[in-house]
C-alpha cells in the first residue's frame, strides 16, 4: 500500500525548541517537498530535494532545516529561528517525469508552539 | 520570480451554478499546470494537470480546464456545482528545476 505518511499529526512544543517533522514515502520517488499552509496563503514552499544528499530552499526556507539521506525520507527541522512556526506541515513527493509529475500530498502534521 | 496568482479569495455559489476559478502565473517558459483540490479534513488530491497538447484538460469529478498561452492563464470550470464542491482549490505550476510553486487558493462554498 503506496504513499506518503508524516508524523506526528498534532505537535506541540515550548517556543526555543527545535522539533522534527517526519516525512516518509515507499512510492519511489526522486522528488519531495515541505510547505506549509496557513489560511488565505496557499501552500508556500519551504524546501525541496531532487535526489539523494541534494536540496534546495523554497520561498520561505528561514528558521528551518532538512536533510535527505535517504530516498524515502525527507525530515523538517522547524528551528528557534523560526519567528512564526505555528502552522499545518505537508509533505509531498514526485516522480520525476514529464507525464507523471503530478505530487502526492501526506496527511500533514499541525505543530503548534506555545 | 514565477509566482501564481488566484484572485477569487472566496467563491460562494448556489447548487447548479457554473463555475469559474481564475489562475494566472508568471514564467515565460514551458510549464507543466495542476489544479488540486482540498476537500475539509481531507489530503490534497489531483483535480487534473496540463503538460503538453490539447489546452482543454479534462479531470476528475466533471471539472476541465483550459491552458491560454497567451494570457499566461490555466481557469478551472465545472458547468454546474454540486454540494459536494465544497472545498479549497489550489492552482499549481511546475516550472524548472522541479520547483513548484502554488498559488494561495480558492475556498469555494456551495450553498445546497
Known amino acids: 500500500d503506496g504513499g506518503i505518511t508524516q508524523s506526528p499529526k498534532y505537535l506541540f512544543r515550548k517556543e526555543g525548541q527545535n522539533v522534527t517533522l517526519s516525512c516518509e514515502q515507499n512510492?519511489?520517488?526522486?522528488?519531495m517537498y515541505w510547505y506549509r499552509q496557513d489560511p488565505g496563503q496557499g501552500l508556500r514552499l519551504i524546501y525541496y530535494?531532487?535526489?539523494?544528499?541534494?536540496?534546495q530552499k523554497g520561498d520561505i526556507a528561514e528558521g528551518y532545516s532538512v536533510s535527505r539521506e535517504k530516498k524515502e525520507s525527507f525530515p523538517l527541522t522547524v528551528t528557534s529561528a523560526q519567528k512564526n512556526p505555528t502552522a499545518f506541515y505537508l509533505c509531498?513527493?514526485?516522480?520525476?517525469?514529464?507525464?507523471?509529475?503530478?505530487?502526492?500530498f501526506g496527511p500533514g502534521t499541525r505543530l503548534t508552539v506555545l | 520570480a514565477q509566482s501564481v496568482s488566484q484572485h477569487n479569495h472566496h467563491v460562494i455559489l448556489s447548487e447548479a451554478a457554473s463555475l469559474e476559478l481564475g489562475c494566472n502565473y508568471s514564467?515565460?517558459?514551458?510549464?507543466?499546470l495542476f489544479w488540486y483540490v482540498q476537500y475539509p479534513g481531507q489530503h490534497l488530491q489531483l483535480l487534473l494537470k496540463?503538460?503538453?497538447?490539447?489546452?482543454l484538460v479534462k479531470g476528475i469529478k466533471g471539472f476541465e480546464a483550459e491552458f491560454i498561452k497567451s494570457k499566461f492563464s490555466f481557469n478551472l470550470r465545472k458547468p454546474s456545482v454540486q454540494w459536494s464542491d465544497t472545498a479549497e482549490y489550489f492552482c499549481?505550476?511546475?516550472?524548472?528545476?522541479?520547483?513548484?510553486?502554488f498559488g494561495s487558493g480558492t475556498r469555494l462554498s456551495i450553498r445546497p
Open positions: 512510492l519511489n520517488h526522486d522528488a
Open positions: 530535494s531532487q535526489i539523494v544528499n541534494d536540496f
Open positions: 514564467y515565460g517558459g514551458t510549464v507543466n
Open positions: 496540463y503538460f503538453s497538447g490539447d489546452p
Open positions: 499549481a505550476v511546475i516550472s524548472s528545476a522541479s520547483k513548484i510553486i
Open positions: 509531498a513527493s514526485r516522480e520525476d517525469r514529464v507525464e507523471k509529475n503530478e505530487q502526492f
